[in-house]
Nanobody
């Protein structure tokens, strides 16, 4: 059983930075993927950034490229999302995710394990 626990959300102003952390507990099979999704108010969930553990390749949602950075510790027990130059449209519940044998990295159905989510609110 894999458990994912997010922390670090909050209320910030446009242009500010925020760092989300996900603590990962449990066993992940080979070819696992870790990442972050978000659900803006009244909208569907969308993939923000994911990393393929085997080789460290990273994917980003176009709208966050250059502003957000995903990283992980060597043991893959901590996953972080550094969010800079935040905009009001980044307001969402952010979820930590884990999956195996992912084929379409930014699609939510590829991921079996989800954290409870953490709220990020960016005021203008």
């Amino acid at each position: 059983q894999v458990q994912l626990v997010e922390s670090g959300g909050g209320l910030v102003q446009s242009g500010d930075s925020l760092r989300l952390t996900c603590t990962i507990n449990g066993f992940l099979r080979d070819d696992y993927w870790l990442g972050w999704f978000r659900q803006p108010p009244g909208k569907q969930r969308e993939g923000v950034s994911v990393v393929r553990a085997s080789d460290g390749k990273i994917w980003y949602l176009d709208s966050v490229k250059g502003r957000f950075t995903i990283s992980r510790d060597n043991a893959d027990t901590i996953l972080t999302l550094q969010m800079d130059s935040l905009k009001p449209e980044d307001t969402a519940v952010y979820y930590c995710v884990a999956g195996v044998s992912v084929h379409r990295p930014l699609l939510e159905y590829e991921y079996d394990h989800w954290g409870q989510g953490t709220q990020v609110t960016v005021s203008s």
